[in-house]
């Protein structure tokens, strides 16, 4: 059965069910993100930076030339149609994280309809998102994004490799894995490396069964599918000027910062990564593993498939752990093979199909869900908002928006990041913010900090101790010249925040 008629047929049929996973997606997100309303800040360094450059988009800026950051293009414009909902808040983000949510929990239960009956597709639907939420931080990061691809891309090359005899490839949907891929490839490049196998093994099989004219069909789709994200985003940097720029950063400067050892290094990296895994997340790791070996084994009965599904793992993992630098939310998309691994593990239970049933399932594992996450250690009454919030963002965020029209540098990330967003302030200078570079890697970003520092340029400045360029600014005559300090806030025994206003 064509794939597109399948999933309409899928739908219409059970509709209910994709009812029910819509609104367990908003919910999941309301309790499980910071995104949420139910929160009053997202205090995430990266998230607020993303933001802040959406905002910068939406009222005109071009990133890379007026609002520096070194990821990929599209979480920035992601964030700007946030922006455009929501300026001074993350409502905006909540609704496009819920909805993106909405649609890795539609193609999970798809996914799982391939092989078992409704209520163990429901069941896969909800414990799936689950798992992931375990690695997803305060929400939002750029990796959730790119993780939603990825499922959506493993639907199709499940459905496609799942009997032994495979023919002609629909074009439609080469094109939307190519469309997919250029999520990953406009936001964290080096995760697109999922996509390599599984493709390769769509070609392979194409060729060896001679469909020429389909595999030159498919290539030109998948190639369409990346155009049509990436096309209109280098026409945009085109006409504004800022192209080269945007390679220069996107591309050049990341691939010069990777930090990537010898082989036996790297090798080492992922070795120890894969035992820390298997000893600290036993459990979770074991159910990746289930459905990035077992199931293709036991399951993928197209012999090229099996291969290509069984190393997209490998690499992906490979790719996210190799370097030594590694931030726990970094391993989301891997996470990805926790579904054919609960596929497989729900083909061994027994669970009568009864209205009884599918309500308990929904209110136990959305319980799980929001247990997963340890966002209540806050008050109830701030929860609640019926105290005001607390926190770094909000102590300066009150100081710098009494201003009439604020403008606001931070020398670091971490906090500082979110008395932007709190403060509703949009960037109004290229480095607003300090990326993790080393100096002597990317030297214009201080000196172009320093000279809005010497000119007077930014009314106020945030400084925290363990910023990368503390020691320099900190002894910078212009700052003790130009600004004083009107504010502090200590973060922890190692980390005190210090908020100057510019003198008058």
């Not at 909902?85 to 983000?93: C, L, R, T, V, W």
Request: hydrophobic letters at 50%; one cysteine or more; proline letters at 4%.
């Amino acid at each position: 059965m064509n794939n597109k008629l399948m999933i309409k047929k899928t739908i219409a049929q059970e509709k209910n069910i994709f009812i029910v996973l819509f609104i367990y997606a908003f919910l999941l997100i309301f309790f499980c993100s910071k995104m949420s309303p139910l929160y009053p800040i997202n205090e995430w360094s990266d998230i607020n930076l993303y933001f802040n450059i959406g905002k910068a988009i939406a009222e005109g800026r071009v990133p890379y030339t007026e609002a520096f950051d070194h990821k990929g293009p599209l979480i920035f414009f992601i964030y700007g149609i946030g922006a455009l909902i929501s300026d001074s808040s993350f409502f905006g983000m909540y609704l496009i994280e819920s909805i993106g949510w909405a649609i890795l929990i539609f193609f999970a239960y798809l996914t799982a309809r391939l092989y078992v009956e409704k209520i163990y597709a429901f069941i896969v639907a909800l414990i799936f998102p689950v798992l992931m939420l375990s690695h997803t931080s305060q929400g939002g990061s750029a990796e959730e994004f790119i993780a939603i691809a990825q499922v959506v891309s493993l639907y199709f090359f499940i459905r496609y490799f799942k009997d032994k005899s495979v023919s002609r490839h629909n074009p439609t949907h080469m094109l939307i894995h190519g469309l997919m891929s250029s999520v990953a490839l406009l936001i964290k490049i080096n995760l697109v490396i999922f996509w390599f196998f599984p493709l390769l093994a769509v070609f392979i099989n194409l060729a060896l069964i001679k469909e020429y004219k389909n595999l030159v069909k498919n290539i030109i789709a998948y190639t369409l599918g990346i155009l049509v994200i990436t096309l209109p985003i280098c026409i945009y940097f085109l006409v504004n000027g800022a192209l080269t720029e945007a390679w220069n950063i996107y591309i050049i400067l990341n691939k010069n910062y990777a930090t990537i050892g010898s082989l036996s290094e790297t090798i080492e990296n992922i070795t120890v990564r894969f035992y820390l895994w298997l000893r600290l997340e036993t459990i979770e790791f074991l159910i990746i593993l289930l459905g990035a070996i077992y199931f293709p084994i036991r399951h993928i009965k197209n012999k090229w498939g099996r291969i290509g599904l069984i190393l997209s793992f490998f690499i992906l993992f490979a790719a996210i752990f190799s370097s030594p630098k590694y931030v726990f939310y970094y391993s989301i998309p891997y996470y990805i093979y926790a579904l054919p691994g609960c596929i497989a593990l729900c083909r061994f239970i027994k669970i009568p199909a009864t209205k009884t049933a599918y309500t308990l399932l929904f209110i136990v594992i959305l319980a799980l869900g929001i247990k997963q996450r340890d966002f209540f250690g806050m008050q109830i009454s701030e929860l609640l908002r019926s105290e005001k919030p607390t926190g770094l963002a909000f102590q300066f965020g009150e100081i710098v928006k009494k201003e009439k029209e604020p403008t606001l540098l931070n020398i670091g990330l971490d906090e500082g990041n979110a008395v932007f967003t709190v403060a509703n302030v949009t960037p109004t200078v290229k480095y607003f913010i300090s990326p993790n570079l080393p100096y002597d890697s990317f030297p214009q970003m201080r000196d172009e900090q320093t000279k809005y520092i010497e000119n007077k340029e930014i009314q106020f400045v945030i400084l925290a101790e363990r910023a990368m360029n503390y020691n320099y600014f900190h002894e910078l005559p212009a700052l003790n010249e130009n600004y004083t300090i009107v504010d502090s806030y200590p973060a922890n025994d190692h980390q005190t925040y210090y908020l100057y206003k510019r003198k008058d």
